[in-house]
């Protein structure tokens, strides 16, 4: 039932608010920290669990969902209770030796795992009654670092999870917002810096233009009065100086 453990492992983590490719991979190979694709030392064969998990601070969590439940399929349609207790028992068994096929296949030689993995059994009632059948198979689990979930147990460490990353996105949202806010004011102050240049060039400008002006129109020889004298004198022209500068010059 390995391929229908995935299944459900996915769509509960499709459900979850996490992002595919992003919060979690599937079939994920794992690499060492020089970017080699890891193999199991134990099975020598390369590490793709059924799912990682990313954490915001960059550490990962390792799922397995390869659990077969025959045996408990078997107990549910026994007969009696004896075949139904023989069912119960190998049902353990059988996940005793997932856990010890689990524990041996080095994923905690992976720099970015956490110190356990999670072993998914993917239906409830089976997990209740291997855990009924048996009160010390979850720490039988833990003592090798590994975390049995069910369904609902995993639906509650995925929403901390979820909650972990939103908590990661506004902090990364109000760093982003300080630093374009940063940005923003330092534009704004030269902005500000450049308009009062501005300012005072317009002044120089204003105070040039009225000197010049002042040359036009005032004094004995101002340029008007020149220009026109020389007018009055017979040069040919086409074209006029205004009345109002005529009139200033006058006065």
């Known amino acids: 039932m390995g391929g229908w453990g995935e299944m459900i492992l996915e769509n509960i983590l499709e459900r979850s608010g996490l992002v595919k490719d992003r919060e979690y991979f599937m079939e994920h190979q794992l690499h060492d920290e020089w970017g080699n694709p890891m193999r199991s030392e134990g099975e020598d064969k390369k590490m793709r669990p059924d799912a990682v998990i990313k954490y915001p601070d960059n550490r990962h969590v390792i799922i397995d969902s390869k659990i077969s439940l025959n045996a408990f399929t078997r107990s549910i349609d026994a007969a009696d ?29 992976y720099s970015k795992s956490l110190d356990f993995v999670m072993m998914f059994i993917p239906s409830e009632p089976a997990y209740i009654a291997a855990l009924q059948a048996d009160p010390e198979l979850w720490n039988y689990a833990y003592d090798k670092r590994i975390l049995l979930l069910s369904p609902t147990n995993l639906i509650t460490s995925l929403k901390l999870i979820v909650d972990l990353w939103k908590r990661e996105y506004q ?38 233009y009225g000197e010049a002006y002042k040359k036009l129109t005032t004094g004995n020889d101002n340029l008007v009065t020149q220009a026109t004298k020389l007018k009055n004198l017979g040069l040919k022209t086409k074209n006029s100086l205004p009345e109002k500068l005529l009139t200033m010059s006058e006065e």
């Open 81 to 109: 209770d004896a075949e139904r207790n023989k069912g119960l028992n190998e049902h353990v068994t059988c996940i005793k030796k997932h856990i010890q096929s689990l524990s041996v296949k080095g994923y905690d030689d």
């Open 171 to 208: 902090n990364q949202n109000a760093n982003e917002i300080a630093e374009r806010g940063a940005k923003l004011y330092d534009k704004f102050v030269g902005f500000v810096a450049n308009l009062e240049d501005v300012g005072d060039y317009l002044t120089k400008a204003q105070n040039k």
